[in-house]
């Protein structure tokens, strides 16, 4: 190998380490990258995201709500994420809290996508349990 192949290979590893690293620090460390997560949606209070259980098949159908599971989603930087456990009590609910870079995605015809089967809002929610 020659001076300036040896130089040329360097500066290549050189530069793939030194992306690694700021990338590991980027994503790692400071943790800056935006989630999209459902949490919690009270159906009777706001409008929210249904996925009918009959069709889906993950762990957020429970026999409690067999039928439906109402959700609302939310877009949030990682860095502002509780490090916690989800399922322990001790760790908060994911919510916006009018915190600056968090946002929650409005359920419409444009956001439904494929796991979500309808939108729900709280007037025809409380007509269908009346009916």
Partial sequence: MDKKSKIL???FFL??????GISF????????F??????????KEETCFVRDCYTASDDGCTEENSFSV???LIKKNASAIQDCDPKSASCGAL????E???MEIPCNEET??????????PETYMQNLEQ
């Fill in 9 to 11: 290979f360097a500066v």
């Fill in 15 to 20: 530069a793939v380490f030194v992306s690694a």
């Fill in 25 to 32: 620090y980027k994503y790692y460390i400071l943790k800056d």
């Fill in 34 to 43: 935006d989630i999209l997560a459902e949490t919690n949606c009270n159906p």
């Fill in 70 to 72: 109402y959700c609302k």
């Fill in 95 to 98: 919510d916006c809290k009018k």
């Fill in 100 to 102: 600056e870079g968090c």
């Fill in 112 to 121: 439904l996508g494929t796991n979500y089967n309808s939108c729900s809002d």
